[in-house]
């Protein structure tokens, strides 16, 4: 019986289920096709490295436990003879050396522009090689002959617009080598999105090695013996010094490594499909909430003929039970939708991904079905509560719930101190001196102030909404009056359906004050700490000396700074270690391309061979000026060198630790320096910066690989990446704010059921549809502003907060972006006039006289 009323309940009130099914159908879609899309883009990487793997891999020796990769340009290598040592290995069928490079730039030389992929997926070049599993196969021309050809895959050469006979360029730290197009390869598996270049062994070991050498060797059985005895026995013959894989560990190696970058966006999307999740158990709330003191008389009537309070507390549930798989199964199957679009927008960026192999494993449905059905479950509870507590004399009496006074009170101490806490975190967090710490703090000062907001929401509508239809009496008369009122007048369901919109608007405010920050402390520390004119970048190759050679010989260029990075271990005086961020550069970089203030000690003691240090580090370790550090480079090399300057918190280079040039240069050896990424140019005195610039860009035009920026340009540079992050911020909430906007929708639609009869009578009673409508459109405004008005404040305290929770490291100057507090605002109105729309249509709609007779 209580399943058959359920269902029969839920059925008769269908329409006003609708949008808390679209809000249940939006998160779960979310998340299932997030779930699909990160499983099929696993299995495919997977599918690929178990293709092409071999069945055991000899790869250079692994760095020690302490060792940081090598910055070196030159990659590390396996000797030629280790080849021909594994195929002698019983069980082995072949061993092929490999040559595989990403430190290389290819370059089509009749256009100089880039080919290949400029971010994201890498740029490979190597030797071609016959194995009995390759990732690619020749599909026109030849194999590279000589040292004057390059085979090239399909999917680059279609892009790149090249074919047989083109000229290739490679670049690379050796120089500039063209090449011509012999041979067009295609992919057997998924491409990936990489460019592959092929030349011949010789030509690849010398132009992309330097010596006669591999980067790896690749053994495959003959199948008598499995590959852990196959690689035992390499162990065996080769020696301990060899990294040695299966097949089945290179494929763990290589998915961990893709499952990294896909991980970022499967947490990113996830978070923001529960936070909607969130926003979408206010939307229920407020569904049931109404649908119980709608059906009063009818719960009343329930118990009077003998229904327990179990079982009203059951029919409401079995009926949020019944829109949760309902609104589950439909989410499931929109999240194949959304995977599919997400396959499509990688296939648009060089992910080559195919719709055909969407992986829909358990996951999928447990999560989406547990998301649904907890979601509105959980959020059901408190109206299938209440609907139980509904006496039977209930049913004697109008629709409506008595208030419960004991509750506001409840609810006003449990919010006050949830704000409080919250509020307390925060101050702790901006006062925090670690960052680390800081940003502990924050996390459970936004987590206590949104839920304290939350719960603090009906009582302060009361209040707010009171301030914001001040004017509407004024302005519009007896509409504006109803509308300020109606707002007010069950401030639980105000504050709910407020409360969905502010979630939304909090995310967006907290992350433009923060991404704002961002900018104008990067624009504050070039302008303050920079005074060289341009910077030059090489991306993913170094820069060589013929770079630098056209830079200097550029007219209106006064000198060229160049830095290398290093990443040392310190031996402290207390006999502790630890490691550091080290720029090695010439006396130039301290005392005219840069202004780096110091706290200790002078930057002239860089020069003369001491070590500059940042102030955190000095703090954490108990260093001061004259204290003796011994710097151990890689490969041995080290030296010992005193403290001679500590560089304030917060500055350009205030994290890092300096030494000049020549003094790292009698330690480590040109051979075994890194090479050069970035380099700086300052115009000579009274030069015209601009036309210098124009100049400088025409010197480097053979090199499309740099990328040469002025100050301005440089500044733009930062504000694009802060943008790119920001606007993937703004895409995520907005799900977030379309369920908000479902939810003033749904109130509005309920609300207008609810009053059927009271609109009846002021219709009677001579208000006009027009005005009707109006009071309905201000109603929705005003509930809408109330949420902005909420989501403001918190995403301005979280905001402010997170930018003092970093003021020490480079995120030094607040900037609160007035216009995007006004666009909020702005948009909250057209909000409530959208959301408005239909509710409105539909009550001016009403017959007076059957509104009237409405029981």
């Avoid at 509870?381 to 004399?393: E, L, N």
Wanted: aromatic content about 6%.
């Amino acid at each position: 019986m209580l399943l058959r009323t359920a269902l029969r309940s839920f059925f008769a009130h269908k329409g006003r289920m609708a949008l808390s099914l679209i809000a249940v159908v939006l998160s779960v879609a979310f998340v299932s096709g997030t779930l699909v899309f990160s499983d099929t883009a696993t299995s495919t990487f997977d599918k690929l490295f178990a293709a092409t793997a071999s069945d055991v891999s000899v790869q250079p020796p692994k760095p020690a436990e302490d060792e940081e990769p090598s910055a070196s340009e030159k990659p590390r290598t396996v000797p030629v003879d280790a080849a021909r040592q594994l195929a002698a290995v019983p069980g082995v069928r072949t061993a092929v050396g490999q040559v595989m490079v990403e430190n290389a730039t290819l370059v089509n030389p009749a256009t100089n522009k880039l080919v290949g992929p400029t971010s994201g997926a890498p740029t490979l070049v190597g030797n071609w090689t016959e194995t009995p599993r390759s990732a690619v196969r020749l599909t026109q021309g030849h194999a590279p002959q000589g040292a004057g050809e390059l085979v090239l895959d399909a999917d680059t050469a279609k892009k790149a617009g090249l074919g047989l006979g083109g000229r290739l360029r490679v670049d690379n730290a050796g120089g500039r080598h063209e090449f011509t197009i012999a041979g067009i390869a295609s992919f057997t598996t998924t491409n990936p999105g990489a460019a592959l270049a092929f030349l011949d062994t010789p030509t690849a070991q010398q132009v992309l090695l330097g010596e006669q050498a591999y980067t790896s060797v690749e053994a495959f059985g003959d199948g008598s013996r499995g590959n852990d005895r196959l690689k035992a026995d390499a162990l065996a013959t080769l020696g301990a010094g060899y990294q040695v894989k299966t097949a089945a560990e290179q494929k763990d190696e290589n998915t961990k490594n893709i499952g990294s970058g896909l991980g970022f966006m499967k947490n990113a999307m996830l978070g923001f499909a529960f936070i909607s999740a969130f926003v979408g158990c206010f939307l229920i709330i407020n569904t049931f909430s109404m649908l119980v003191a709608q059906r009063t008389r009818e719960i009343g009537l329930l118990r009077a003929i003998g229904g327990s309070r179990r079982q009203v507390n059951r029919s409401v549930l079995a009926e949020a039970l019944i829109l949760g798989v309902l609104g589950s199964t439909l989410g499931i199957g929109a999240g194949l939708g959304i995977a599919v679009g997400l396959i499509k927008l990688m296939n648009a960026i060089g992910m080559e991904l195919k719709a055909s192999d969407l992986q829909i494993g358990p996951s999928v449905f447990l999560a989406g079905y547990a998301l649904g059905i907890v979601v509105t479950l959980v959020a059901a509870w408190f109206p299938a509560r209440r609907a139980s507590r509904i006496a039977p004399m209930a049913a004697l009496r109008d629709h409506g719930t008595p208030a419960e006074g004991c509750a506001n009170l409840v609810r006003t101490v449990v919010g006050l101190a949830l704000t409080a806490g919250g509020g307390g975190l925060l101050v702790l967090a901006a006062k925090a001196e670690k960052a680390a710490t800081g940003g502990r703090y924050l996390g459970l000062g936004v987590l206590l102030t949104l839920i304290g907001f939350v719960v603090l929401g009906p009582l302060l509508a009361t209040v707010v909404v009171r301030v914001l239809g001040a004017l509407l009496p004024a302005v519009f008369g007896p509409s504006g009056r109803l509308a300020q009122r109606n707002a007010m007048r069950n401030p639980r369901r105000t504050g709910a359906t407020a409360a969905a919109l502010m979630v939304g608007l909090a995310l967006v405010i907290g992350s433009s004050v923060f991404s704002a920050s961002m900018v104008t402390s990067a624009n504050a520390q070039i302008d303050r700490s920079v005074g060289a004119d341009y910077i030059v970048q090489g991306g993913r190759t170094s820069i060589t000396p013929e770079m630098l050679d056209a830079v200097r010989r550029t007219r209106g260029i006064d000198h060229v700074t160049t830095q290398k990075f290093f990443d040392p271990r310190l031996q402290l005086p207390d006999g502790r270690s630890a490691r550091t961020n080290l720029t090695a550069a010439p006396p130039a970089f301290f005392t005219t391309d840069f202004h780096l203030p110091v706290t200790a000690g002078s930057l002239d003691a860089i020069g003369r061979g001491e070590l500059g240090i940042g102030e955190a580090f000095a703090k954490d370790h108990g260093l001061k000026v004259g204290d003796r550090v011994t710097v151990a480079y890689d490969k041995d090399h080290t030296q010992v060198l005193p403290v001679g300057a500590v560089f304030a918190k917060g500055s350009l280079f205030g994290d890092g630790s300096f030494v000049d040039f020549d003094t790292m240069a009698k330690a480590v050896p040109a051979a075994d320096q890194p090479p050069v990424w970035t380099f700086f140019a300052k115009a000579s005195s009274g030069a015209d910066v601009a036309k210098t610039l124009t100049a400088l860009e025409d010197a480097l035009e053979e090199y499309p690989q740099l990328t040469i920026k002025d100050q301005a340009g440089y500044k733009k540079v930062v504000q694009s990446q802060v943008d790119t992050l920001l606007y993937l911020v703004y895409g995520l909430v907005g799900l977030s704010i379309t369920v908000a906007v479902l939810g003033v929708v749904n109130t509005l639609a309920l609300s207008v059921v609810e009053r059927t009869r009271e609109i009846g009578l002021l219709r009677a009673i001579g208000l006009s549809r027009r005005q009707l409508r109006r009071m309905i459109r201000l109603e929705s405004v005003v509930i809408a502003v109330f949420g902005a008005v909420l989501g403001t404040g918190l995403g301005l305290a979280w905001g402010v907060t997170a930018q003092r929770v970093l003021r020490d490291q480079g995120l030094d100057t607040l900037s609160v972006p007035i216009t995007t507090l006004a666009v909020t605002l702005v948009a909250s109105v057209v909000i409530g006039l959208v959301a408005a729309l239909v509710p409105a249509f539909r009550a001016g709609r009403m017959n007076v006289l059957t509104a009237i007779a409405t029981d």
